[in-house]
């Protein structure tokens, strides 16, 4: 099992989150079924930026970003070296501590 931080963030979770998911599982997945309504207005088919977050630690554990989501993140909100799409980024071993934007380019939310 691999542990995951979720930084405090304003509307998905003020007080930020701690739990566990196993590798294999892409973070936006995670996020979701632990009660983080992460946007992912494409349905995780990485044809959007809505589910972008920050690794701020453990980003080296994942497997480096396919073109078209390097091509997609150019387009997020507040990009850092270490942002990937949540949809794409897939837990491996390393506990992972994560940022998600305050942000993101969707102007209307999803539900």
């Known amino acids: 099992m691999t542990q995951i931080i979720v930084l405090p963030h304003e ?9 566990n998911a196993d ?9 979701l079924q632990n009660g983080i309504e992460i946007e992912h207005a494409c ?46 980024a897939i837990v491996a071993d390393a506990d992972l501590v994560v940022e998600i934007p305050k942000y993101t380019i969707n102007m209307v939310k999803e539900g």
């Not at 959007?48 to 150019?74: N, Y």
């Open 43 to 88: 349905e995780k088919s990485c044809a959007c930026t809505t589910c972008h977050v920050i690794l701020r630690q453990g980003f080296e554990s994942l497997k480096p970003a396919e073109e078209i989501e390097d091509d997609l993140l150019d387009k997020a909100w507040g990009l850092e070296p270490t942002s990937r799409l949540s949809c794409q």
């Open 11 to 19: 509307e998905l979770c003020p007080k930020g989150a701690l739990f």
């Open 23 to 31: 590798p294999g599982i892409s973070i936006c997945d995670a996020l």
